[in-house]
């Protein structure tokens, strides 16, 4: 588990998770996480199906409490105070409005629960109504809204409460592409102007790439790294993330002296990392930052970080080309420029790959998770 | 003769609904014959004329037997029995909603289990169940040798109206809890959870989110239990005595001993009407919950 190096410490976190498991009888939904959320930050956690990021957030809700570990918001200790007394709200996958309420009547719950009174809570509650664009919908019923506005009332159910952190649980998977997009602008809008932290699940990667100052990234209820979108993308922590994080080769390979790897079929490749002599690594290359050309055309300098093949598959994409690249027996993903058709490789070609020694990326290979990879 | 043609999926439904109508049938024919024509046999009598002899002429139709309904005696045997059917209703409900929550709040598993256990008792027959129900309340019965016993004394219960209300209380118990069970257990946890996490506790979040989202199953409990508590005769014949006159047995009485035919269907009728404006008030307000149709 790597901690960002970079982040500042910004004062007091606003959520701490201190050694949490939760166990649901034999199953393992999250197995020994800490982790530190910053106050204001807009936080993601990523992973994929099963993973636990739901049960987290439920925990951090008060709608779960942890088998093991401890749990602090803003320096205060909550792990069994029930959902009501935590200064946390979410917004529910399903968004859970009330159906038999209004939507001023939801929105307003939060506030007449602590004992605002009727006139003040509607007051507040159109004004978060009208933030959220849903002006002159306080009188309808949830059914009687469309999926992005019904996405709007929870926001605003939950944000009329001002909650020291909101929590939300892939608040837009039910939404199409382009009200998809059109609510992260919003989302983030929203979470700059009230300033708290918002934990935000979601198991689209690019959503959370787009969105997020820092992401986590679990999986089988551990939690495999935290950092910002670059650190996650350039220097994933293990072969799980390089893996999970957009498109990527991975490179079985053994760390030898001098800066040297080998690969499985004894090619020696320069890829200095700090892994000790022996240990089992894998080499994460990404498709786009890798060079195609014919054998005899390895610049100099590339010797040592080359590879030699023969072309199994070319994919015209428009933009670019995409080849599969047969290297004895894995294959390589080779992104290239797109280029006249009498210049491109075909199958059946030999040809050579190399790439630059900084765009390589060695991750250890202690955590043989199965995954299968995206491109075939 | 030649079927005029039809679009293919119309055809298909129409061929549909024709099923309906057959599979519909072995059951509307059993309704027609022993529902609906002894139901416009009372109604027909409820306006004829008891003659010296006892019998009914049907003759001359007038309102004679419903103004006698008018009546001290007869609206004191109404409201008795209005208020003990409510009584029963209250507290089925008021037994029945713990259990039905907790039911609906089990494991699939075990849930199927319990439910069959609720249904036990109707294996048995009802009757047989009501004299076990006299024996154990009687003066000489268990109940009442444990409390003598015990230095309490004997325990007078039965032929009172406690007795009756025990009585039904267990005769209709399960017909406010199935139908709560089913509400309960269709309602969405999400809604309850939504709720505690906008700052209510437990007790608010079931006012305002279970209770209202289980409204249904309450009425249609309740209902299910208010009719045959407002019109049962098995059980206050055998529990009640001969104090606690109640409108059902007021009702075959004039059927019986008192062979007046057309006032014991006109107090039929009446009681069938106010079943009937109940029951569609009830259903009226229960769907417009949902649709928003409130301003
Ligand atoms: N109430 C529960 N009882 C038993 N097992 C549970 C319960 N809730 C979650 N689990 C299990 O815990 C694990 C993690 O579940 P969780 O809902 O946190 O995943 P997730 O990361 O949110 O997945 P998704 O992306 O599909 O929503 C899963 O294996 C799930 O089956
Ligand atoms: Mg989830």
Redesign the interface.
């Known amino acids: 588990m790597t901690e960002s190096s970079n982040m500042t410490e910004r004062g007091e976190p606003s959520v701490e998770i201190l050694g949490v498991t939760k166990r649901f009888d034999e199953v393992v939904a999250v197995d020994n996480v800490d982790l530190a959320i910053e106050d204001g930050e807009f936080f993601a956690m990523l992973g994929p199906s099963g993973c636990g990021k739901t049960t987290t957030l439920r925990m951090i809700?008060?709608?779960e409490f942890p088998t093991e570990g401890r749990l602090k918001i803003f320096g205060d200790e909550v792990g069994n105070l029930?959902?009501?007394q935590r200064p946390?709200?979410?917004v529910?996958q399903?968004y859970?409005?009330?159906?038999?309420m209004?939507v001023q009547d939801n929105v307003s719950?939060?506030l007449r629960?602590?004992g605002v009174d009727k006139k003040e809570a509607a007051r507040s509650a159109d004004e978060l109504i009208e933030l959220v664009q849903l002006g002159g919908l306080g009188?309808?019923?949830p059914?009687?809204l469309s999926g992005g506005q019904q996405q709007r009332v929870a926001l605003a159910?939950?944000l009329v409460?001002k909650p020291k952190v909101l929590l939300l649980d892939e608040p837009l998977g039910a939404l199409d592409l382009k009200l998809r997009q059109e609510m992260q602008t919003e989302l983030k809008t929203l979470q700059q102007e009230f300033g708290v932290s918002f934990v935000f699940v979601t198991h689209d990667q690019e959503e959370a790439l787009t969105m997020s100052d820092r992401i986590a990234v679990m999986n089988e209820g551990r939690l495999l790294q935290v950092g910002s979108a670059e650190e996650l993308y350039e220097r994933p922590a293990n072969r799980f993330v390089a893996d999970f994080i957009g498109e990527t080769n991975l490179l079985d390979a053994t760390v030898a002296d001098g800066d040297m790897i080998i690969l499985a079929n004894g090619t020696r490749l320069k890829a200095p990392n700090p892994h000790a002599t022996g240990t089992k690594v894998a080499m994460s290359l990404r498709p786009e930052s890798i060079e195609i050309g014919r054998p005899e055309s390895i610049p100099s300098d590339y010797q040592a970080t080359s590879l030699r093949g023969v072309i199994a598959t070319s994919s015209y994409l428009g933009h670019s080309i995409l080849y599969g690249v047969k290297v004895d027996s894995t294959n390589l993903n080779v992104r290239s420029g797109a280029v006249a058709a009498h210049q491109r490789f075909v199958p059946g070609d030999e040809v050579a790959v190399w790439w630059d020694r900084t765009s390589d990326w060695v991750v250890p290979d202690d955590e043989p998770v199965a995954v299968t990879s995206e491109a075939s | 003769m030649t079927a005029p043609k039809l679009a293919p999926d119309a055809a298909v439904r129409k061929a549909e609904s024709r099923r309906g109508v057959f599979t519909a049938m072995p059951a509307a024919i059993y309704l027609l014959i022993f529902f609906c024509t002894p139901l416009l046999i009372i109604v027909a009598y409820s306006f004829g004329t008891r003659t010296a002899t006892g019998s009914t002429r049907l003759s001359g139709w007038n309102f004679d037997s419903y103004e006698r309904i008018i009546d001290d005696l007869v609206l004191g045997i109404v409201w008795r029995s209005f208020w003990l059917a409510g009584l029963t209703t209250i507290l089925c409900l008021v037994v029945g909603y713990p259990f039905a929550y907790y039911l609906a709040t089990r494991p699939a598993r075990i849930r199927n289990i319990l439910l069959v256990l609720v249904m036990i008792p109707f294996w048995t027959n009802g009757l047989i169940r009501i004299f076990a129900i006299r024996f154990l309340l009687g003066s000489d019965g268990p109940v009442s040798q444990a409390s003598s016993s015990l230095g309490f004394g004997e325990f007078r219960i039965l032929f009172t109206p406690t007795a009756v209300i025990i009585g039904m209380l267990y005769s209709y118990l399960t017909f406010m809890v199935l139908p709560l069970y089913v509400a309960i257990e269709r309602l969405?946890w999400?809604?309850v959870?939504?709720?505690?996490?906008?700052?209510?506790?437990?007790g608010?979040a079931f006012r305002?989110?279970t209770w209202?989202?289980t409204r249904s199953g309450v009425i249609a409990g309740s209902i299910l239990v208010f009719i045959p508590s407002f019109g049962s005769y098995v059980v206050p014949e055998i529990l009640g005595g001969a104090k606690t006159l109640l409108l059902g047995s007021y009702i075959a009485r004039q059927f019986g001993q008192a062979r007046n035919w057309p006032f014991g269907a006109a107090l039929s009728v009446v009681l069938i009407v106010a079943m009937l404006i109940a029951v569609v008030v009830n259903q009226r307000s229960a769907a417009s919950?949902?649709?928003?149709s409130s301003?």
């Not at chain 1, 859970?96 to 038999?100: D, I, N």
């Open positions: 809700a008060g709608l029930p959902p009501n946390v709200n979410t529910f399903s859970a409005l009330f159906p038999h209004n719950f939060g629960m602590n009188n309808r019923k059914s009687q159910r939950a409460n | 969405d999400r809604l959870e939504a709720a505690r996490d906008l700052y209510a506790n437990g608010k305002k989110v209202p989202l919950e949902l649709t928003g301003s």
